[in-house]
């Protein structure tokens, strides 16, 4: 084989095909062939592979670039029946679901139907309190920054089958409550902030009553069919094409005794998303009551995008609410929504900056949506590129394998998404050199803003 072949048939095995490239970014550019060949290197590592990679830039409010490599499936039997990411792959986005679900709490209070500092209790149907601070009421606002006091120590989703009514579940004496572990009861809401998904399914419980309309459907009507995305919080629901082109999430990770056992070199496991084999199943029955159970849908994480619809989002917040030359917000709630709203203090005394691990990343906040400080430290920092500088806002994913990110500042118009389809190592250790992020993660969101931001 000639050496003049081995960059084609890379091209072709890991997706970085020219179709995947958006015409605002010129092949003549000296920065893009970099650019391809650092993130092909980085998504095919021998020793830290990934499943699938898609990312997209945006420079001074356009698409400079857009890429895929690896594959949203991957048979492990017949390989040729593998199939490309490409630029319509839905990924499981995770958390970036709490920015989208955001939009449509934000789309309700327009309409006069939510208020964000009004006591929830009422827009649920039932008394929503934390026991420990029975007169503190609990806004949307709390809800959205994450200072309500709900805790997911708990649970956070109760599926169709098990018959749940969230106030089962929050209320004490309900036949969920127990002894009120989804309760902080040190901290009175509005005053310590701690990442919670409990509340997002309370939020999509609020926003359900509010229009009697099931969250999944709802989201379609409000947000998704607006801004013209393809994907949803329902798989089920999804067209045949869709469906074809969501991404199987991904580990080269086994359990063997309720221990992870990663191996670099071995097979990759479907995780979830793995529609191929299996097709979607409903999340609710048909006498569903909107707004008894909103952890359903998962308004906290379930929801199905690509690199390019989160573009369109991102289009829509970087011009203040407008998109296609349509208003989707108006530009007081988008400010309202971006507006920081908690801010970690260096003692910790009103919140913490961890979920789940030690790695503090969380620094501020607003509605729905993180503040990124540009903060730099070994597993605590939040800063986005080698050298600093990208102080940004949007929100981070993480579960099922898949890591995410969608963050812009909009002074610059700049901002970059990456949407990871599993790693084949354990992310664990190949941690960041001056983040909380981990090191694949650092590597691509610096080379997306050293080549197609700063065309270096």
Known sequence: MTTRLLPILAALMFGATPTGLLAASPASEPWQPKLDAELQAIAASPTHPLASLSVLAIGNGKVVYQRQFGHRYIDPVHPSKSRLANDETLYRVASISKLITTLGVMRLVEAGKLRLDDDVSPALGFSLRNPAFPDVPITLRTLLNHTSSLRDDAGYYWDAGQNVHLRDVLVPGGRLHGDGAMWDKQHAPGTYFQYCNLAWGVIGSIMERAAGERFDRLMKRLVLDPLGLSGGFHPFDLSEADLQNVATLYRKRSTVAGREIWNPSGPWIAQVDDYVKERPVARAAADYVPGSNGTLFGPQ??????????????????????????????????????????????????????????????????????????????????????????????HLGDAWGLTAAFVFDAGSGNGLVYLIGGPGFDPTTYRGKYSAFARHEELILDALYRRAILRQ
Not at 344 to 370: M, P, V
Not at 371 to 376: G, P, W
């Open 301 to 394: 994480g379930n929801c199905r995008l690509s690199a390019a619809g989160l573009g369109r989002v991102m289009h829509m917040l970087l011009a203040r609410g407008r998109l296609d030359g349509a208003v989707f917000l108006r530009e007081d709630s988008v400010a309202q929504m971006l507006r920081q709203s908690w801010r970690a203090e260096a003692t910790g005394s009103n919140g913490r900056s961890d979920f789940g691990s030690q790695r503090a990343l969380f620094h501020a906040w607003g509605l729905g949506n993180q503040h990124f400080l540009d903060v730099s430290g070994d597993n605590r920092g939040d800063r986005l590129v080698a050298d600093g500088g990208f102080r940004a806002v949007g």
